[in-house]
Protein backbone atom coordinates (compact mmCIF):
# COMPACT_ATOMS: atom_id res chain seq x y z
CA UNK A 1 0.00 0.00 0.00
CA UNK A 2 1.28 3.60 -0.74
CA UNK A 3 0.60 5.58 2.49
CA UNK A 4 1.26 9.04 3.82
CA UNK A 5 2.48 9.47 7.16
CA UNK A 6 2.43 13.38 8.80
CA UNK A 7 4.21 14.19 11.35
CA UNK A 8 6.84 12.59 10.34
CA UNK A 9 9.74 14.23 12.30
CA UNK A 10 7.55 13.91 15.75
CA UNK A 11 8.31 11.69 18.24
CA UNK A 12 5.25 9.16 17.08
CA UNK A 13 6.16 9.44 13.33
CA UNK A 14 9.67 8.88 13.34
CA UNK A 15 8.76 5.34 15.10
CA UNK A 16 5.90 4.62 12.80
CA UNK A 17 7.69 4.68 9.40
CA UNK A 18 10.06 2.25 10.17
CA UNK A 19 7.25 -0.33 10.95
CA UNK A 20 5.37 0.44 7.95
CA UNK A 21 8.55 -0.18 5.76
CA UNK A 22 9.19 -3.17 7.27
CA UNK A 23 5.85 -4.19 6.52
CA UNK A 24 6.32 -3.69 2.64
CA UNK A 25 4.34 -0.22 2.12
CA UNK A 26 5.58 2.51 0.36
CA UNK A 27 5.17 5.66 2.49
CA UNK A 28 4.79 9.24 1.31
CA UNK A 29 6.22 11.77 4.22
CA UNK A 30 4.98 14.83 4.96
CA UNK A 31 7.20 17.23 6.02
CA UNK A 32 7.67 21.09 6.66
CA UNK A 33 11.53 21.33 5.83
CA UNK A 34 13.26 18.35 4.22
CA UNK A 35 16.22 19.59 5.33
CA UNK A 36 14.89 18.48 8.86
CA UNK A 37 14.32 14.81 7.51
CA UNK A 38 17.01 12.16 6.72
CA UNK A 39 15.85 9.98 4.31
CA UNK A 40 18.96 8.47 3.62
CA UNK A 41 18.46 5.80 6.65
CA UNK A 42 15.53 4.35 4.99
CA UNK A 43 15.09 2.19 1.86
CA UNK A 44 14.97 4.44 -0.88
CA UNK A 45 12.31 2.39 -2.74
CA UNK A 46 10.02 2.43 -0.01
CA UNK A 47 9.91 6.18 0.88
CA UNK A 48 8.72 9.51 -1.09
CA UNK A 49 9.64 12.62 1.08
CA UNK A 50 6.97 15.60 0.41
CA UNK A 51 7.77 19.37 1.30
CA UNK A 52 4.02 20.30 2.87
CA UNK A 53 2.88 23.23 5.26
CA UNK A 54 -0.97 22.39 6.05
CA UNK A 55 -1.41 26.26 6.66
CA UNK A 56 -0.24 27.04 3.13
CA UNK A 57 -2.45 25.99 0.47
CA UNK A 58 0.10 26.57 -2.35
CA UNK A 59 1.88 23.55 -1.18
CA UNK A 60 -1.04 21.23 -0.53
CA UNK A 61 -0.86 20.20 -4.56
CA UNK A 62 2.34 18.55 -3.12
CA UNK A 63 0.71 15.73 -1.70
CA UNK A 64 0.39 12.62 -4.18
CA UNK A 65 -3.69 11.24 -5.37
CA UNK A 66 -2.86 7.90 -5.34
CA UNK A 67 -2.81 7.04 -1.92
CA UNK A 68 -4.09 4.55 -0.06
CA UNK A 69 -4.06 5.45 3.78
CA UNK A 70 -3.51 8.33 5.99
CA UNK A 71 -1.68 9.07 9.04
CA UNK A 72 -2.84 12.18 11.17
CA UNK A 73 -0.03 12.73 13.83
CA UNK A 74 -0.23 16.59 13.90
CA UNK A 75 -0.45 19.10 16.70
CA UNK A 76 1.14 22.04 18.03
CA UNK A 77 0.57 22.09 21.85
CA UNK A 78 4.32 23.32 22.54
CA UNK A 79 3.79 25.95 19.32
CA UNK A 80 6.08 29.20 19.93
CA UNK A 81 3.43 31.55 18.65
CA UNK A 82 -0.20 31.78 18.06
CA UNK A 83 -3.57 29.90 19.70
CA UNK A 84 -2.24 26.05 19.26
CA UNK A 85 -6.30 25.16 18.84
CA UNK A 86 -6.49 27.44 16.27
CA UNK A 87 -3.48 26.14 14.71
CA UNK A 88 -4.26 22.78 14.95
CA UNK A 89 -8.11 23.10 13.65
CA UNK A 90 -6.65 25.11 10.53
CA UNK A 91 -4.41 22.58 9.56
CA UNK A 92 -6.90 19.28 10.56
CA UNK A 93 -9.64 21.36 7.94
CA UNK A 94 -6.93 21.89 5.33
CA UNK A 95 -5.60 18.40 5.52
CA UNK A 96 -9.01 17.12 4.86
CA UNK A 97 -9.85 19.51 2.18
CA UNK A 98 -6.70 17.90 0.23
CA UNK A 99 -7.36 14.42 1.25
CA UNK A 100 -11.11 14.05 0.05
CA UNK A 101 -9.01 14.77 -3.47
CA UNK A 102 -7.35 11.77 -3.38
CA UNK A 103 -8.01 8.28 -3.66
CA UNK A 104 -7.68 7.71 0.08
CA UNK A 105 -9.71 5.14 1.45
CA UNK A 106 -8.77 5.67 5.63
CA UNK A 107 -7.45 8.13 7.73
CA UNK A 108 -6.08 7.30 11.53
CA UNK A 109 -5.40 9.98 13.77
CA UNK A 110 -3.83 9.24 17.23
CA UNK A 111 -6.08 11.71 19.48
CA UNK A 112 -5.77 11.90 23.54
CA UNK A 113 -8.42 10.03 25.96
CA UNK A 114 -11.61 12.23 26.34
CA UNK A 115 -13.83 11.04 28.37
CA UNK A 116 -14.37 14.06 31.18
CA UNK A 117 -17.02 16.71 31.02
CA UNK A 118 -14.15 19.18 31.84
CA UNK A 119 -11.26 18.72 29.66
CA UNK A 120 -7.92 20.63 29.07
CA UNK A 121 -7.56 23.14 26.42
CA UNK A 122 -5.26 20.54 24.92
CA UNK A 123 -7.91 17.88 25.18
CA UNK A 124 -10.58 20.26 23.82
CA UNK A 125 -8.47 20.82 20.60
CA UNK A 126 -8.26 17.45 20.43
CA UNK A 127 -11.72 16.36 20.29
CA UNK A 128 -12.19 19.12 17.97
CA UNK A 129 -9.89 17.63 15.81
CA UNK A 130 -11.19 14.77 15.48
CA UNK A 131 -14.55 15.88 14.59
CA UNK A 132 -13.09 18.35 11.39
CA UNK A 133 -11.45 14.99 10.18
CA UNK A 134 -14.91 13.39 10.02
CA UNK A 135 -15.89 12.80 6.11
CA UNK A 136 -17.96 10.65 4.01
CA UNK A 137 -15.37 10.67 1.49
CA UNK A 138 -13.40 8.45 3.53
CA UNK A 139 -13.37 6.20 6.19
CA UNK A 140 -11.70 7.52 9.99
CA UNK A 141 -10.72 5.67 12.73
CA UNK A 142 -8.96 7.24 15.49
CA UNK A 143 -7.28 6.27 18.41
CA UNK A 144 -7.50 7.73 21.68
CA UNK A 145 -4.25 7.39 23.90
CA UNK A 146 -3.29 8.63 27.31
CA UNK A 147 0.21 9.65 28.63
CA UNK A 148 2.71 7.53 26.20
CA UNK A 149 5.19 6.25 28.08
CA UNK A 150 8.97 5.36 26.36
CA UNK A 151 12.85 6.34 26.05
CA UNK A 152 12.45 10.29 24.75
CA UNK A 153 8.47 10.51 25.34
CA UNK A 154 7.59 14.06 27.11
CA UNK A 155 6.08 12.62 30.19
CA UNK A 156 9.42 9.52 30.46
CA UNK A 157 11.74 12.68 30.33
CA UNK A 158 9.84 15.06 32.84
CA UNK A 159 9.00 12.18 35.42
CA UNK A 160 12.63 11.00 34.71
CA UNK A 161 13.44 14.41 35.90
CA UNK A 162 11.91 15.06 38.81
CA UNK A 163 12.84 11.35 40.13
CA UNK A 164 16.37 11.17 39.50
CA UNK A 165 17.05 15.07 40.82
CA UNK A 166 14.42 15.25 43.32
CA UNK A 167 14.79 13.15 46.90
CA UNK A 168 12.10 14.91 48.38
CA UNK A 169 9.43 16.55 45.84
CA UNK A 170 6.97 19.07 47.62
CA UNK A 171 4.56 18.24 44.54
CA UNK A 172 0.87 19.83 43.43
CA UNK A 173 -2.46 18.10 44.70
CA UNK A 174 -2.62 16.95 40.71
CA UNK A 175 -0.44 14.08 41.38
CA UNK A 176 -3.51 12.46 42.64
CA UNK A 177 -4.77 12.33 39.33
CA UNK A 178 -5.73 9.25 37.98
CA UNK A 179 -4.22 7.77 34.38
CA UNK A 180 -3.83 5.01 32.00
CA UNK A 181 -0.41 5.58 30.76
CA UNK A 182 0.70 3.19 27.92
CA UNK A 183 3.77 2.15 26.47
CA UNK A 184 5.16 3.62 23.05
CA UNK A 185 5.79 0.04 21.76
CA UNK A 186 1.65 -0.55 21.99
CA UNK A 187 0.52 2.63 20.53
CA UNK A 188 3.11 1.87 17.44
CA UNK A 189 1.16 -1.72 17.14
CA UNK A 190 -2.62 -0.03 17.36
CA UNK A 191 -1.41 2.33 14.50
CA UNK A 192 -0.24 -1.02 12.36
CA UNK A 193 -2.70 -3.20 13.79
CA UNK A 194 -5.76 -0.97 12.20
CA UNK A 195 -4.80 0.06 8.50
CA UNK A 196 -6.95 -0.90 6.56
CA UNK A 197 -8.79 -3.18 9.26
CA UNK A 198 -12.49 -2.72 8.11
CA UNK A 199 -13.06 -3.60 11.52
CA UNK A 200 -11.98 -0.40 12.37
CA UNK A 201 -13.68 1.91 10.13
CA UNK A 202 -15.63 4.99 11.49
CA UNK A 203 -14.90 3.97 14.76
CA UNK A 204 -12.86 5.78 17.56
CA UNK A 205 -11.27 3.44 20.40
CA UNK A 206 -9.42 4.31 23.72
CA UNK A 207 -5.61 2.90 23.91
CA UNK A 208 -4.28 2.47 27.54
CA UNK A 209 -1.98 0.26 29.40
CA UNK A 210 -3.65 -2.64 31.89
CA UNK A 211 -3.02 -0.37 35.14
CA UNK A 212 -4.78 2.81 36.21
CA UNK A 213 -2.45 4.85 38.05
CA UNK A 214 -1.90 8.10 39.62
CA UNK A 215 1.25 10.87 39.04
CA UNK A 216 2.08 10.04 42.29
CA UNK A 217 2.19 6.33 42.16
CA UNK A 218 4.55 7.02 38.79
CA UNK A 219 6.39 8.65 39.86
CA UNK A 220 7.15 6.21 43.02
CA UNK A 221 7.67 2.92 40.32
CA UNK A 222 9.84 5.11 38.24
CA UNK A 223 11.75 5.19 41.64
CA UNK A 224 11.38 1.86 42.12
CA UNK A 225 12.71 0.68 38.44
CA UNK A 226 15.90 3.47 38.70
CA UNK A 227 16.42 1.50 42.11
CA UNK A 228 16.01 5.31 44.62
CA UNK A 229 14.25 5.88 47.21
CA UNK A 230 12.22 9.10 46.84
CA UNK A 231 9.14 10.95 48.93
CA UNK A 232 6.35 12.55 47.59
CA UNK A 233 4.42 14.90 49.73
CA UNK A 234 1.02 17.05 47.74
CA UNK A 235 0.74 20.44 48.96
CA UNK A 236 -2.89 21.57 48.04
CA UNK A 237 -2.05 25.23 47.87
CA UNK A 238 0.20 24.87 44.42
CA UNK A 239 -1.37 26.71 41.98
CA UNK A 240 -1.39 25.84 38.18
CA UNK A 241 1.31 28.46 37.92
CA UNK A 242 3.50 27.57 40.32
CA UNK A 243 2.88 23.77 39.04
CA UNK A 244 4.40 24.97 35.60
CA UNK A 245 7.13 26.79 37.15
CA UNK A 246 7.71 24.10 39.43
CA UNK A 247 8.01 21.61 35.79
CA UNK A 248 10.14 24.26 34.27
CA UNK A 249 12.93 24.87 36.46
CA UNK A 250 13.31 20.82 37.22
CA UNK A 251 12.64 19.11 34.16
CA UNK A 252 13.64 19.86 30.35
CA UNK A 253 10.41 20.96 29.52
CA UNK A 254 9.89 24.61 27.96
CA UNK A 255 7.52 27.21 29.99
CA UNK A 256 4.32 27.06 27.44
CA UNK A 257 4.68 22.92 27.25
CA UNK A 258 4.54 23.23 31.03
CA UNK A 259 1.75 25.40 31.02
CA UNK A 260 -0.22 22.82 29.04
CA UNK A 261 0.61 19.79 31.09
CA UNK A 262 -0.40 21.17 33.75
CA UNK A 263 -3.89 21.90 32.26
CA UNK A 264 -3.89 18.48 31.22
CA UNK A 265 -2.93 16.51 34.37
CA UNK A 266 -5.86 17.90 36.46
CA UNK A 267 -7.78 15.91 33.96
CA UNK A 268 -8.43 12.10 34.46
CA UNK A 269 -7.63 10.27 31.18
CA UNK A 270 -8.82 6.52 31.70
CA UNK A 271 -9.66 4.32 28.72
CA UNK A 272 -13.16 3.27 27.88
CA UNK A 273 -12.86 -0.73 27.76
CA UNK A 274 -12.51 -2.17 24.34
CA UNK A 275 -10.97 -5.69 22.99
CA UNK A 276 -9.25 -4.44 20.54
CA UNK A 277 -5.90 -5.17 21.86
CA UNK A 278 -7.80 -8.60 21.92
CA UNK A 279 -8.57 -8.10 18.52
CA UNK A 280 -5.32 -7.28 17.39
CA UNK A 281 -3.11 -9.81 19.29
CA UNK A 282 -1.48 -6.92 21.07
CA UNK A 283 -0.06 -7.54 24.20
CA UNK A 284 -0.28 -4.58 26.40
CA UNK A 285 2.68 -4.14 28.86
CA UNK A 286 2.45 -2.88 32.70
CA UNK A 287 4.19 0.69 33.41
CA UNK A 288 6.80 -0.50 34.97
CA UNK A 289 7.34 -2.67 31.93
CA UNK A 290 7.40 0.15 29.56
CA UNK A 291 9.61 2.20 32.31
CA UNK A 292 12.49 -1.00 32.14
CA UNK A 293 12.08 -1.50 28.22
CA UNK A 294 12.69 2.17 27.99
CA UNK A 295 16.36 2.22 29.98
CA UNK A 296 17.08 -0.97 27.92
CA UNK A 297 16.98 0.90 24.81
CA UNK A 298 18.50 3.50 26.51
CA UNK A 299 21.77 1.56 27.42
CA UNK A 300 21.60 0.34 24.14
CA UNK A 301 21.93 4.16 22.96
CA UNK A 302 18.75 3.03 20.92
CA UNK A 303 16.41 6.27 21.32
CA UNK A 304 14.40 6.50 17.31
CA UNK A 305 12.84 9.87 18.73
CA UNK A 306 12.65 12.44 21.18
CA UNK A 307 9.64 15.19 22.09
CA UNK A 308 12.42 18.16 22.22
CA UNK A 309 12.91 17.28 18.68
CA UNK A 310 10.13 19.16 17.88
CA UNK A 311 10.88 23.08 15.68
CA UNK A 312 10.71 25.17 19.45
CA UNK A 313 12.05 28.51 18.09
CA UNK A 314 10.18 31.14 16.51
CA UNK A 315 13.13 31.47 13.79
CA UNK A 316 12.99 28.38 13.18
CA UNK A 317 9.27 28.30 11.76
CA UNK A 318 10.60 29.71 8.52
CA UNK A 319 12.57 26.36 7.91
CA UNK A 320 16.17 25.03 8.87
CA UNK A 321 17.34 25.49 5.09
CA UNK A 322 16.94 29.07 5.62
CA UNK A 323 19.75 29.02 8.60
CA UNK A 324 22.38 26.58 6.83
CA UNK A 325 23.63 29.99 5.04
CA UNK A 326 25.72 31.87 7.45
CA UNK A 327 25.38 35.37 7.76
CA UNK A 328 28.57 37.15 6.98
CA UNK A 329 27.53 40.84 6.87
CA UNK A 330 26.97 42.71 10.58
CA UNK A 331 28.35 40.12 12.22
CA UNK A 332 30.64 39.45 14.81
CA UNK A 333 33.04 36.02 14.74
CA UNK A 334 35.26 33.95 16.86
CA UNK A 335 37.18 31.84 13.85
CA UNK A 336 40.01 29.48 15.60
CA UNK A 337 41.65 26.91 14.00
CA UNK A 338 43.41 23.82 15.16
CA UNK A 339 45.62 20.96 13.61
CA UNK A 340 44.24 17.66 13.73
CA UNK A 341 46.30 14.18 13.54
CA UNK A 342 43.75 12.17 12.84
CA UNK A 343 40.34 13.64 11.03
CA UNK A 344 38.22 10.33 11.87
CA UNK A 345 39.14 10.59 15.70
CA UNK A 346 37.99 14.42 15.55
CA UNK A 347 34.83 14.12 13.95
CA UNK A 348 33.60 11.70 16.13
CA UNK A 349 34.44 13.92 19.13
CA UNK A 350 32.19 16.40 17.03
CA UNK A 351 29.23 14.26 16.65
CA UNK A 352 29.27 13.35 20.27
CA UNK A 353 29.30 16.72 21.44
CA UNK A 354 26.96 18.03 24.08
CA UNK A 355 24.50 16.08 26.19
CA UNK A 356 26.35 13.95 29.04
CA UNK A 357 29.55 14.10 27.03
CA UNK A 358 29.50 18.01 27.63
CA UNK A 359 30.95 20.46 25.39
CA UNK A 360 34.65 19.39 26.23
CA UNK A 361 36.47 22.06 28.27
CA UNK A 362 34.91 24.72 30.92
CA UNK A 363 31.78 22.69 31.04
CA UNK A 364 30.80 24.70 34.52
CA UNK A 365 30.54 27.72 32.20
CA UNK A 366 28.68 25.96 30.26
CA UNK A 367 26.41 24.83 33.18
CA UNK A 368 26.07 28.48 33.93
CA UNK A 369 25.29 29.65 30.64
CA UNK A 370 22.11 27.07 30.49
CA UNK A 371 21.43 28.12 34.28
CA UNK A 372 20.41 31.81 33.22
CA UNK A 373 19.18 30.78 30.24
CA UNK A 374 16.31 28.36 32.25
CA UNK A 375 15.95 31.92 34.33
CA UNK A 376 15.43 33.84 31.05
CA UNK A 377 12.46 31.54 30.30
CA UNK A 378 14.60 29.36 27.55
CA UNK A 379 15.49 26.06 27.36
CA UNK A 380 18.61 25.89 29.39
CA UNK A 381 20.69 22.23 28.89
CA UNK A 382 18.38 19.73 30.29
CA UNK A 383 17.37 18.94 26.51
CA UNK A 384 21.08 16.88 26.23
CA UNK A 385 20.83 15.03 23.34
CA UNK A 386 19.14 11.76 21.30
CA UNK A 387 21.63 9.94 21.06
CA UNK A 388 25.84 9.72 22.27
CA UNK A 389 27.27 9.24 19.20
CA UNK A 390 25.07 10.15 16.56
CA UNK A 391 23.53 13.47 15.28
CA UNK A 392 21.05 14.25 12.50
CA UNK A 393 19.65 17.41 11.01
CA UNK A 394 16.60 18.90 13.12
CA UNK A 395 17.94 17.30 16.71
CA UNK A 396 18.03 19.17 19.39
CA UNK A 397 21.38 19.67 21.46
CA UNK A 398 21.26 21.32 24.78
CA UNK A 399 19.77 24.88 23.39
CA UNK A 400 21.34 24.45 20.33
CA UNK A 401 19.40 22.97 17.14
CA UNK A 402 21.56 20.95 14.89
CA UNK A 403 21.41 23.03 11.45
CA UNK A 404 23.42 20.40 9.41
CA UNK A 405 25.33 17.42 10.07
CA UNK A 406 27.16 15.99 7.07
CA UNK A 407 30.50 13.46 8.63
CA UNK A 408 31.03 12.86 4.34
CA UNK A 409 31.64 16.35 4.27
CA UNK A 410 33.41 16.61 8.10
CA UNK A 411 30.88 19.19 8.99
CA UNK A 412 28.48 20.52 11.76
CA UNK A 413 26.20 23.26 11.76
CA UNK A 414 24.50 24.36 15.10
CA UNK A 415 21.83 27.32 15.64
CA UNK A 416 21.23 29.02 19.29
CA UNK A 417 17.90 28.51 20.88
CA UNK A 418 18.60 30.08 24.01
CA UNK A 419 17.48 33.44 24.73
CA UNK A 420 19.81 35.51 22.89
CA UNK A 421 19.52 39.54 21.90
CA UNK A 422 20.21 38.22 18.63
CA UNK A 423 21.05 34.94 16.36
CA UNK A 424 24.18 32.37 16.89
CA UNK A 425 25.82 29.86 15.31
CA UNK A 426 28.75 27.50 16.18
CA UNK A 427 30.40 25.37 13.26
CA UNK A 428 32.62 22.93 13.05
CA UNK A 429 34.60 21.68 9.99
CA UNK A 430 37.80 20.38 9.02
CA UNK A 431 39.59 20.91 5.81
CA UNK A 432 43.19 19.58 4.93
CA UNK A 433 43.59 18.25 8.08
CA UNK A 434 42.82 21.44 10.12
CA UNK A 435 39.68 21.74 12.37
CA UNK A 436 38.12 25.27 12.00
CA UNK A 437 35.74 26.47 14.83
CA UNK A 438 33.12 29.64 13.85
CA UNK A 439 30.97 31.15 16.14
CA UNK A 440 28.82 34.13 14.96
CA UNK A 441 26.66 36.05 16.16
CA UNK A 442 24.50 38.80 14.64
CA UNK A 443 22.96 40.90 17.17
CA UNK A 444 19.60 42.90 17.35
CA UNK A 445 20.41 46.29 18.41
CA UNK A 446 22.34 47.92 20.91
CA UNK A 447 21.68 45.49 23.33
CA UNK A 448 23.17 42.23 21.22
CA UNK A 449 26.43 44.54 20.71
CA UNK A 450 26.72 44.89 24.45
CA UNK A 451 25.99 41.13 24.92
CA UNK A 452 28.90 40.19 22.75
CA UNK A 453 31.49 42.55 23.97
CA UNK A 454 30.55 41.53 27.68
CA UNK A 455 30.73 37.52 26.83
CA UNK A 456 33.82 38.17 24.46
CA UNK A 457 37.20 37.49 27.29
CA UNK A 458 34.84 34.50 28.29
CA UNK A 459 34.46 33.46 24.78
CA UNK A 460 38.28 33.91 24.31
CA UNK A 461 38.95 30.97 27.14
CA UNK A 462 36.21 28.98 26.44
CA UNK A 463 36.51 28.44 22.35
CA UNK A 464 40.34 28.07 22.88
CA UNK A 465 40.20 25.49 25.39
CA UNK A 466 37.47 23.67 23.73
CA UNK A 467 39.00 23.32 20.14
CA UNK A 468 42.01 22.22 21.75
CA UNK A 469 40.15 19.58 23.54
CA UNK A 470 38.59 18.31 20.48
CA UNK A 471 41.76 18.38 18.21
CA UNK A 472 43.12 15.78 20.89
Known amino acids: MKILLTGITGYIGQRLLPTLIEKGHTVVCCVRDKQRFDASKY ?13 KEEMLDNIPTDIDAAYYLIHSMSAPKGDFREMEAKTAQSFKNRIEQTNLKQVIYLSGIVNEKQLSKHLTSRKNVEEILNSDKYHLTTLRAGIVVGEGSASFEIIRDLVE ?5 IAPSWLKTKSQP ?54 PVMTPRLSSYWLYFVTSTSYKLAVNLVDSMKVEVIARKNDLHNKLGIK ?14 IARHEVPSRWTDALSSKILQSGISELIEVPAFGCYKDEREQLVQNEEKTIERIWAIG ?9 WLWGIRGFMDKLAGGVGLRRGRKNANQIYAGESLDFWRVIYANRAEKRLLLYAEMKLPGEAWLEF ?3 DNVLIQTATFRPHGLWGRIYWYSVFPLHGFIFNGMIKKIAQ
Open 355 to 363: GRNGWYYAN
Open 43 to 55: DSTKIEVVEVDFL
Open 429 to 431: KIK
Open 165 to 169: KLPVM
Open 284 to 297: LLTYEEAVRHAFDH
Open 182 to 235: IAVSNVIEFLQGVLMNKKTFDKAFDIGGPEVLTYKEMLLIFAKVRKLKRIVINV
